[in-house]
């Protein structure tokens, strides 16, 4: 019987393997190298998935609102009185009505059931929030954590080869934070400090307008 002790010790051994992996390979996000490793430590030990995830999703999904949270603290050593103001709203505003349109759009071009559509519009936030806009949707809400996760891995992934000629920290950081969330968030921060710290302001931020907007504009359209 797999005990959430051992799974999440199991966890934080896949972890701390990848770490080290990572500094070799930058461009591979040490999450992406922690997921293998987990896979790889179920396998060796003959553990099913389904258990795995039974005994750690509880807990993780309750630490993951708190870790979300603690984002505020590198947002408060942020000075926010050089930023333009006018280009920044401007960049939020599109980030959050794209990366909602966009996988809708594509969702249902393919044909897919109403509650599918309701969970890829759920994409441009971070998992916690995704959740809840989720319920409100009435959308499967591990598909909507599907989504989140692998939007936020693919785009950290990706994040080496897209932004090699962004020399800006600030514009680089802000990027992850918007398309890939807190993987891309972690991902800023091994880039440096300014770009962690815009990172998070852009997801923290990405986050509250779409949770703001999104919900309300489609139980708005579900009315009419």
């Not at 990027?175 to 998070?200: D, E, K, N, V």
Request: hydrophobic fraction near 60%; charge should be positive.
């Amino acid at each position: 019987m797999l005990t959430i002790l051992l799974a999440f010790v199991l966890t934080i051994i896949a972890y701390i393997c990848a770490k080290p992996i990572n500094k070799v390979l930058p461009q591979i996000p040490v999450i992406v190298i922690a997921m293998c490793f987990v896979i790889a430590l179920l396998a060796v030990f003959d553990i099913p998935y389904e258990q795995y995830m039974s005994q750690v999703n509880p807990l993780f999904n309750h630490l993951l609102g708190y870790v979300t949270v603690a984002l505020a603290i590198p947002l408060a050593a942020m000075r926010y009185d050089d930023l333009p103001l006018k280009g920044i709203v401007s960049i939020l505003i599109f980030a959050s009505i794209s990366a909602v349109a966009l996988p809708m759009g594509l969702a249902y071009l393919l044909h897919l059931s109403d509650a599918t559509i309701m969970a890829f519009a759920t994409r441009a936030v971070t998992t916690p929030i995704a959740i809840n806009i989720a319920t409100l949707l009435q959308a499967p809400v591990s598909l909507a954590i599907l989504i989140v996760i692998l939007s936020g891995v693919i785009g950290a992934a990706f994040s080496p080869f897209i932004l090699r000629h962004i020399n800006d920290e600030r514009a680089s950081g802000l990027a992850l934070g918007l398309a890939a969330h807190a993987i891309g968030t972690a991902q800023a921060w091994q880039r440096g400090s300014i770009a962690g710290r815009y990172a998070a302001f852009g997801m923290a931020v990405n986050a509250v307008f779409t949770a703001i907007w999104l919900p309300s504009f489609i139980l708005m359209l579900q009315k009419i």
